[in-house]
């Protein structure tokens, strides 16, 4: 597709599960970013890609929150023992030059997830 | 205090109407001024950005800069009821490690009523 795809676009978990949570980039997009939205709140960035190499995880909550693009474009974003703060909107974003992201980085639909 | 701050809203104006958004931040590292619309249940599409400060147009769309006051805004004109959305400010600068790290605002939820 011509855009930024995630999956599943919903995910209820209950507490303490495992998600796993899919962005497919923009073909040919360098950086690649993740974003948790809280309700009523803007997105707050998780960490950053370029390629295969993840070069910023200071927006990562805690150590239950790993993220991994081995072959340099689809990412996981995996969330380990769900907890009720989790319950977000994540959000996924790619941008063709590296490094650059504010006005060239493109939107997924994001992922909403539920955790009971 | 946030490095963003946005007032949430919601804002809820007529067709036809100017609608004025703004947002004030405190880094004055930001070099990158942007403007995102955010429909229910998707993602953030870009509207506009400037780079440092001045004022953009597009349309019925006017995107402003004022880095001596640490202010942006965003005008509306003739308001239609497609433009109900949340609108996100956000800012950004090239960081230490060489790459842009995005700060959004709250985001303001606005409302044109036909």
């Known amino acids: 597709g011509a855009g930024v795809s995630q999956s599943p676009r919903y995910k209820v978990a209950k507490r303490g599960q495992d998600v796993a949570l899919r962005c497919d980039p923009i073909?040919?997009?360098?950086?690649l970013f993740w974003y948790q939205q809280a309700l009523g709140q803007g997105p707050e960035f998780l960490t950053y890609?370029?390629?295969?190499?993840?070069?910023?995880k200071s927006g990562l909550p805690s150590d239950r929150f790993f993220a991994e693009r081995p072959e340099g474009s689809v990412s996981t974003l995996k969330i380990q023992r769900t907890q009720q703060e989790d319950s977000a909107v994540y959000l996924c974003?790619?941008?063709?030059?590296?490094?650059?992201?504010?006005?060239?980085?493109?939107f997924g639909p994001g992922t909403r997830l539920t955790v009971l | 205090q946030k490095e963003v701050e946005q007032d949430p809203g919601p804002l809820s104006v007529p067709e036809g109407a100017i609608v004025s958004l703004n947002c004030t931040y405190s880094?004055?590292?930001?070099?990158?001024f942007m403007w995102y619309r955010q429909y229910s249940r998707k993602g953030p599409e870009l509207l506009m950005y400037?780079?440092?400060?001045g004022n953009k147009e597009d349309g019925r769309f006017t995107a402003q800069v004022d880095k001596s006051s640490k202010y942006i805004s965003l005008f509306i004109r003739d308001s239609q009821p497609s433009d109900s959305a949340t609108y996100l400010c956000?800012?950004?600068?090239?960081?230490?490690?060489?790459?842009?790290?995005?700060?959004f605002g709250t985001g303001t939820k606005l409302q044109v009523i036909p």
């Open positions: 974003a790619s941008s063709s030059p590296p490094g650059l992201a504010g006005h060239t980085q493109y």
């Open positions: 073909s040919g997009h360098v950086s």
């Open positions: 890609f370029q390629n295969e190499a993840q070069l910023d």
């Open positions: 880094n004055s590292a930001f070099q990158y």
């Open positions: 400037t780079y440092s400060s």
């Open positions: 956000a800012m950004s600068g090239v960081n230490s490690g060489g790459y842009q790290k995005v700060t």
